[in-house]
Every structure is written in structure tokens, then in C-alpha cells.
């Protein structure tokens, strides 16, 4: 049986400009929580609880362990976050995650998180990310490798969508949904779990 070959990577650098990946700024989304919690007085403590009691009910079914204030208080310093904690941050701040990608494209800033009530989280899809990302990458022919130099990220980290758990980075989310050109609230969805 013949290996399947993959695209050529031929078309990799005809692509509409649009289509750039572009990053996702933890640092601008770590301070604008910051700011909320010191303009409310707030301990990390008490943001990582307002955090999660915007999913009290569910909370109290699936009798989980809620977000933790030294995973909010230290993404600054780690320059990343897992995209699943990044939406409990976007989700009590209020914004989209297109509001703190850079370069911004003004219309994108405008994009809103999906609503979810006390009896669910905002969740990635990661498997319709990928889905997604395999789609456009089949409709323009092109290799794995190419794609992972577009997006700014090794092949392993895009193959590997197809089968991971929980999460990715957020920078690595962000910067597929931009590859694809289409608003993160597109794979976000109130979920219970």
C-alpha cells in the first residue's frame, strides 16, 4: 500500500493578507483583569471566585475544582495560558478574545463571546478547530509544514489538535482561528464540563 503524500507546500506563500496569523496578547488580557481586580479592590482570591461562580450551577453538579487565584495571578509571567482558563478570564471581563489579538483588525474587536448561564462554561471546541484548519488546509493544498509556518508553530502542535484532551495555548488558538479567518466564537460554546 502507497504512502499518501502531502500537498505541495507550492501555494504556501500566495495567501490573502487577511489571512495572516496574528498573536494573541496575554499580557494586554492579564493587565485588564488586573486593572478590574485593583479598581474593585479585589484579592486574586476573590477574582478567581467571582470567576467561578459565573458557573455556580453547574459548580455545584459536577462538584469540580474551581479555577485557582495562582493560575490567574501568574499568566502574566508565564506569557501563556491554556485557551479553556483564558475564557473564564474573557468571560468575566466581558470581551472576545479578538480584543486582545495583535495586529488588530478593527471589525474583529468587535466579535462577543458566545452567553452562557450559570449552567455552563464557555468551552473550546478544539475538535472543530481542527476540523476547520483541515478543511482549509486540503481546500488550498497545502502541507502540514506549510500551514505550521503560517500559524507560527511546529507541525506536531497542529496534527496534534486532532487528539488533545483538554486545551491548547491560548497564543496557539488565536492564532489558528486568525489563520482561518474566523471569529474564536465560532469553536466556543456553553458546555457542562
Not at 30 to 52: N, P, Q
Not at 87 to 109: I, K, N, Y
Not at 132 to 138: H, M, P, S, Y
Request: charged share 30%; proline share 5%; with cysteine.
Amino acid at each position: 500500500m502507497r504512502a499518501k503524500r502531502e500537498p505541495s507546500s507550492e501555494n504556501a506563500s500566495v495567501r490573502d493578507p487577511s489571512t495572516i496569523a496574528r498573536d494573541f496578547d496575554v499580557r494586554a488580557m492579564f493587565d485588564a483583569m488586573d486593572t478590574e481586580r485593583r479598581r474593585r479592590d479585589l484579592s486574586w482570591r476573590d477574582v478567581a471566585k467571582e470567576m467561578w461562580a459565573q458557573s455556580d450551577v453547574l459548580n455545584a453538579r459536577r462538584v469540580d475544582h474551581p479555577i485557582s487565584p495562582s493560575t490567574l495571578s501568574g499568566i502574566a509571567a508565564r506569557g501563556n495560558c491554556s485557551c479553556q482558563h483564558a475564557l473564564f478570564v474573557l468571560r468575566w471581563l466581558g470581551r472576545a478574545p479578538e480584543h486582545f489579538v495583535v495586529p488588530s483588525r478593527p471589525a474583529a474587536r468587535d466579535e462577543a463571546l458566545p452567553l452562557a448561564g450559570a449552567d455552563r462554561r464557555l468551552r473550546w471546541n478544539l475538535e472543530a478547530l481542527y476540523d476547520a484548519l483541515e478543511q482549509r488546509r486540503e481546500e488550498h493544498a497545502l502541507s502540514w509544514r506549510a500551514v505550521a509556518r503560517q500559524v507560527h508553530c511546529s507541525e506536531s502542535q497542529l496534527r496534534g489538535l486532532r487528539t488533545v484532551r483538554y486545551a491548547i495555548a491560548m497564543r496557539l488558538a488565536m492564532r489558528i482561528v486568525t489563520w482561518l479567518d474566523r471569529p474564536a466564537a465560532a469553536f466556543i460554546f456553553p458546555e457542562e464540563w
